[in-house]
Each structure stands twice: as C-alpha cells, then as structure tokens.
C-alpha cells in the first residue's frame, strides 16, 4: 500500500527565506508525482509534476525534485513571500493503480511566511 | 486555463436527505474526480469516471453515487445524508482518458454541512 508523508507539518519563516517541504512514499513505483498549492478554504492549484522518468522541475521560484530510488521528493522555494502562505500537498500516481491516474496525497505542509 | 466549476461553495442539508454536487469542467477532459477532504485524513477518492456513463469505485465509495451523463458533467449524489458525510468536497479534471496520466485540475470545492 502506498502512503506519502509530509514533514514537517507546520513551518513558519521569515519573508525572503528559502525553502524547503519533503514528501516521501513508500512505493516507489510511480507514474509521477505532483505538487499542489492551497489556500484556505480553496481548492488545489497545480503547482509542478514530474514524471517518473524526470529529475526536477521548476517553475519560477519554485524547485520540485524526485529521487524515485530513495522515496523522496522535496520542493524548493526561493526568496519566499508572504503570499507563499498556504498548505502545500504533494501526491502520486501508482504504477499500479490499473492505469486510472489515481493520485494519493500526503497531509500536507502549511507554510506561514511572516513579513 | 482549464476552468472547474463545483456549484455550490457552501451548502447545508439534513440527515437522510438525498444531495446532489455538480462539478463542470470546460476543457472536454475525459477525466473526473471526486474527492472529500477531512482534518488528519488528507484528501480520499470517493469516485471517478474516464468516460461518459463510465465510473469507477475509489477508496471510500459507501454512501455516495455518481452519474456522467454529459463528458462535461459528472455528479457526486449522496443517497442518504448522514453527519459523517459532513466534509469539504473537491471535483477534479484531467485530460487523455484510462491509462493516460495527466495533471488533474481541481475546483474550489463544497463545504457540505449535514445537520
């Protein structure tokens, strides 16, 4: 069974810090692994996904790498801002969830950034 | 930009009642997702769908039905409302059908209240 773990649970920095959440899973026999943003109350943004095969990706401030071998991803940010506060949720597609794209998510990182 | 619509942000019903959540999506995705989410379980699939009159059982399937009768269009419906069904609910899209995985894209979903 696969389960995705986020650590910590909770971060709080100061504006300008950089960055960084872990995600590791147990299987690492995954399709891909995707990084979402929310906002209270919201839905999920998509923020970067990496396909098995990939490495990292990035997206302005934004760094997600995958070390399949080890279970681990982690998502880099620079230079954070105030408006970076929020929950940030990784999941991933199981190779072996019978080609359905069923994504299984970790609980979550909320970060606070304090001006 | 894909666009997720849910109906409705907030709504209040009482137990026993049969409740309907629309989710529309306007990128002709043959993906659809329903999702609850809930404070230390993380987010769930109830169901999902690939195709039209499709649908498939995710992990926490009891006490909910689905119907897609339009690509555009696909229903999470709550038979018989119980408190525990109390949650935020999220629809999401993606595009390429069975066996192709994509980025699913997600609504600002509904908090539901059963009193």
């Known amino acids: 069974k696969q389960e995705v773990t986020q650590i910590p649970a909770a971060l709080s920095v100061p504006e300008g810090e950089n960055l960084v959440l872990n995600c590791s899973f147990t299987?690492?026999?995954?399709?891909?692994l995707q990084w979402f943003r929310q906002d209270p109350g919201k839905g999920l943004t998509s923020l970067l996904l990496?396909?098995?095969?990939?490495r990292e990706q990035t997206s302005g401030r934004l760094n997600a790498s995958l070390d399949k071998s080890s279970g681990r991803s982690t998502l880099y940010i620079a230079a954070s801002q105030p408006g970076d506060s929020a929950t940030y949720l990784c999941?991933?597609?199981?190779?072996?969830?019978?080609?359905?794209?069923?994504?299984?998510f970790g609980q979550g990182t909320t970060l606070q950034v304090k001006p | 930009d894909v666009k997720v619509t849910q109906s409705s942000r907030y709504l209040v019903k009482r137990t026993g009642e049969k409740v309907f959540l629309e989710c529309v999506q306007d990128?002709?995705?043959?993906?659809m997702f329903w999702y609850r989410q809930d404070p230390g379980l993380g987010l769930r699939l109830i169901y999902f769908?690939?195709?039209?009159?499709?649908?498939e059982k995710g992990d926490i399937p009891e006490g909910y039905s689905v119907s897609r009768e339009k690509k555009e269009r696909f229903s999470l419906i709550l038979e018989s409302a119980s408190t525990n069904q109390t949650s935020m609910y999220l629809c999401?899209?993606?595009?390429?059908?069975?066996?192709?995985?994509?980025?699913?894209?997600f609504g600002d979903g509904t908090r539901l209240s059963i009193l």
């Open positions: 999401a899209s993606s595009s390429g059908g069975r066996g192709i995985i994509q980025p699913q894209h």
């Open positions: 299987d690492s026999a995954i399709y891909n």
């Open positions: 990496i396909q098995s095969s990939q």
């Open positions: 999941a991933v597609v199981r190779v072996r969830s019978g080609n359905t794209g069923k994504l299984i």
């Open positions: 990128m002709d995705h043959e993906n």
């Open positions: 769908s690939y195709d039209v009159k499709m649908k």
